[in-house]
């Protein structure tokens, strides 16, 4: 081609949308002058046939312009190149087709590419004096959204496709007349076989028809480029990946759908069209010949694949796309559980991750508890589990083999599950979602507490609670969390600490001085220090060194006792001892404990107790005046023990203030005889003995002069006064009170322990 061709003295402007070859036409019909001139005056070279491609000459210049060659229509139609490139189908490259630039062609394995050939609106071709839409050579293109019908794939009479072979270049083209050459050979030389195509019936598809809103949402994809709707809003698309998507959906339901099942999704009329097959028809036979796995030949076929695929991708969500999808599978396949969660990748190639997600969450009711999770099916976005093993382990670095109490006590059902198998089994199951790890792997990852058997016990006990899916979100939500938070302590290098010299039973005893802590038997010792191994390194308590002669269940009833017995001076010294046990190991920038926000939690229905809602003020109360305070707490506040047990060892009730006895009367010779007459000189009823019986062994209502001198004789000054019965005189002791005395308040108080 020449790029000094002469400047046309006709100068005509394509239409919106028109393809290049209708506006060479056009042009030849503008100026009366034979299609070949025109294409010789523009430098298109001869087409011979065989050898075409190795001279470099398409089979249809439509598909694509070299610039050369769009430089050349440029200059003597002196259009812009843009334009010129606007109305060949490179302009729809990598958005609706794809073209292979080396040899110019249309790829027809992928996107429904159309080797050649145009569907028509007939309606379109009378108003517009027989232009032709570039957009009708698509094999998304199946009706017309401006007259509300189906496009034509050919003219009746001949049976064959409009524009597949290039037109005649001896004739001046004719408007709206069939460009096919006759179809008796010898014919005259016309340029077609001169049928109006204008004439051509095609099935109506009002605005509200299903077909015609389908394609509304094709084109819409094509001319923006990308899709948002539906299930894509959370992860837009670009509008080639989002046309592999109905590709493989529309091609599965040609290829596999039962007839009822598509006659119940499509309307009746598009239904039975596509189901007539004309014995005499070369595209019906087309159509039946691998249905779907390349564009379909008919516009109908077309309508039918595009409306099918486009009730699974209009729904609102990922999730309802996964129940439409589902109702689909299961029409193709009778048993659903034999579909596997790759088997999508044989629909096509290039599919988007939404339809992927759209096909995890059709099979999600048949997956095992353990491939919900590694699938993530309750996201927004279902995906496939990762394979990256540094992923894995940089997860299990912030997960403790026991999963944190205070996520655990939320999991915790009210039928009962021991905290000792769920808290592993909780941690297992963190690790697995999202990532494609076994069962096994994972309790392994976290220091192997807990066998693979047991962690899938758990699961499917969990997966038949109605809160199975809540939990599963939460799941989800802290795995997303944890691997894009860095969270402050190495679990991992707490699980291989040595914790032989965690607490010495002679720290333990100075810590009980210090804080005036009873410190019970070599019992309470031990659940102290299995309590801070647990706290510290993450693992089961049964781990820690020295524990020994005690179940599950005893273990749980001692630690919540001591839970009621401590106090926040004990708590704090703990702290304490637990940071310098971390400082000798060289860890000091580590807190001692760490959980993940508990905002994560938010709006979901999990089984266990939330001990936030816990009035702290009131339990500390009812821990202090019980003497099985944690079991009258939990049944009082409608909690569980585990529950009280958190709350208190975050929180550890004070010790309750006593009433302050009086100061002790100092019991000098000077001061017996002028007490002796106050007492004498009082009124009986103060000192007058009502008591059944008394030390000095005389009858109730004795004087107190009756009773024997313990130290020493009356003075002969003080005569006794007489008296009547009246309160019981506070008894002594070498001159003490006793201490049954009202004074010692609610808790006696031995007298070692007021001094």
Same mark, same amino acid.
């Given at each position: ?18 393809? /290049? ?11 009366? =002058? ?33 610039? *050369? ?31 292979? &630039? ?46 509300? !019908? ?30 096919? $050459? $006759? ?24 605005? #509200? ?5 389908? *394609? ?69 036979? !087309?159509? %039946?010949?691998?249905?779907? &796995?390349?564009?379909?030949? !008919? ?20 999730? @309802? ?9 299961? #029409? ?7 579909? %596997? ?26 997956? !095992?508890?353990?491939?919900?999770? @590694?699938?993530?099916?309750?996201? $927004? /976005? ?28 939320? &999991? ?18 963190? /690790? ?44 989800? @939500? ?52 299995? *309590? ?58 580590? $807190? ?20 936030? @809602? ?76 009502? #008591? ?9 209502? %004795? ?20 008296? =009547? ?15 049954? %005395?009202?004074?010692?308040?609610? &808790? ?8």
């Amino acid at each position: 081609m020449t790029a000094g061709a002469r400047t046309l003295p006709i100068r005509l402007a394509p239409l919106q949308g028109e393809a /290049l070859d209708s506006w060479l036409e056009a042009l030849a019909r503008r100026m009366h =002058t034979p299609l070949g001139e025109v294409l010789r005056h523009f430098g298109f070279p001869t087409r011979l046939g065989r050898g075409d491609h190795l001279k470099g000459i398409p089979p249809d210049w439509t598909i694509l312009l070299s610039e *050369q060659e769009t430089a050349a229509i440029a200059h003597a139609s002196g259009l812009k190149p843009q334009t010129i490139t606007n109305m060949t189908l490179a302009s729809y490259d990598q958005r609706a087709l794809r073209i292979n &630039f080396g040899r110019r062609y249309v790829n027809r394995w992928v996107l429904w590419g159309r080797g050649g050939g145009s569907r028509f609106c007939p309606d379109c071709l009378r108003d517009s004096g027989g232009r032709w839409q570039l957009a009708w050579r698509l094999g998304w293109s199946f009706a017309c959204v401006f007259h509300g !019908r189906l496009l034509a794939d050919c003219r009746p009479d001949c049976g064959r496709v409009q524009r597949q072979r290039p037109r005649s270049g001896r004739a001046i083209p004719l408007a709206v007349i069939c460009g096919n $050459p $006759p179809a008796i050979p010898g014919g005259p030389r016309t340029s077609g076989c001169g049928v109006d195509l204008t004439q051509t019936r095609t099935l109506p598809v009002p605005a #509200a028809h299903p077909a015609f809103m389908a *394609q509304k949402r094709l084109m819409d994809i094509i001319e923006t480029g990308t899709a948002s709707f539906g299930p894509y809003a959370i992860s837009p698309q670009p509008s080639q990946t989002a046309l592999a998507d109905v590709r493989a959906i529309g091609g599965r339901a040609l290829a596999d759908l039962p007839q009822p099942d598509i006659r119940h999704l499509v309307p009746t009329v598009i239904a039975a069209e596509h189901f007539t097959i004309e014995p005499d028809s070369e595209l019906a036979q !087309r159509a %039946s010949d691998r249905p779907g &796995f390349m564009a379909p030949p !008919r516009a109908v076929s077309t309508a039918v694949a595009v409306i099918i695929a486009l009730h699974v991708l209009e729904q609102p969500d990922v999730h @309802r796309a996964g129940e439409a999808m589902r109702d689909l599978l299961e #029409a193709m396949r009778e048993e659903l559980w034999q579909i %596997s969660a790759t088997s999508i990748d044989s629909w096509g190639r290039s599919l988007s991750p939404v339809l992927r997600g759209v096909h995890l969450a059709a099979l999600a009711p048949t997956l !095992r508890p353990s491939e919900k999770l @590694r699938h993530r099916t309750v996201a $927004p /976005l279902l995906s496939r589990p990762r394979t990256t093993g540094r992923e894995t382990a940089r997860r299990a670095q912030k997960i403790p083999s026991m999963f944190w109490p205070a996520w655990a006590v939320r &999991f915790t059902p009210r039928d009962g599950i021991y905290p000792r198998v769920l808290a592993p089994g909780l941690a297992a199951s963190l /690790l697995v979602t999202g990532r494609n790890i076994t069962l096994e792997d994972a309790a392994g990852h976290l220091g192997s507490v807990i066998d693979a058997t047991e962690v899938s016990r758990v699961l499917q006990f969990l997966d038949d609670q109605p809160y199975w899916p809540a939990m599963t979100t939460a799941l989800v @939500r802290l795995a997303d969390h944890l691997d894009t938070v860095n969270v402050p302590i190495d679990y991992r290098r707490r699980r291989r600490l040595d914790y032989a010299g965690l607490l010495p039973p002679k720290r333990w005893r100075e810590i009980c001085r210090s804080t005036g802590t009873s410190p019970g038997t070599g019992r309470r010792e031990m659940i102290v220090r299995c *309590q801070l191994f647990q706290r510290i390194s993450g693992l089961p308590a049964e781990a820690a060194p020295g524990y020994h002669g005690m179940n599950e269940a005893q273990f749980r009833a001692a630690s919540a006792r001591d839970a009621a017995l401590q106090t926040p001076e004990l708590a704090q010294a703990l702290t304490s001892e637990t940071q310098n046990f971390l400082a000798g190991h060289r860890i000091r920038n580590e $807190p001692v404990a760490w959980q993940p926000p508990l905002t994560l939690l938010a709006g979901l229905d999990l089984p266990g107790p939330d001990p936030a @809602r816990i009035d702290v003020a009131h339990l500390h109360r009812l821990i202090r005046e019980r003497k099985n305070p944690v079991q009258y707490a939990a049944d009082t506040l409608d909690t569980n023990i585990e529950a009280i047990r958190l709350v208190l060892d975050e929180q550890p009730a004070p010790r309750l203030r006593r009433p302050q006895l009086r100061p002790k009367r100092q019991d000098t010779p000077a001061s017996r005889p002028a007490r002796q007459c106050r007492r004498r000189n009082s009124p009986a009823s103060t000192w007058t003995n009502t #008591a059944p019986f008394n030390r000095s062994g005389t009858s109730p209502g %004795s004087p107190v002069g009756s009773w024997p001198n313990l130290r020493g004789s009356t003075p002969s000054h003080c005569a006794p006064a007489p008296r =009547t019965t009246g309160a019981e005189e506070p008894s002594t002791a070498n001159g003490r009170l006793s201490s049954t %005395s009202s004074d010692a308040g609610p &808790f006696p108080t031995s007298p070692a322990k007021r001094a």
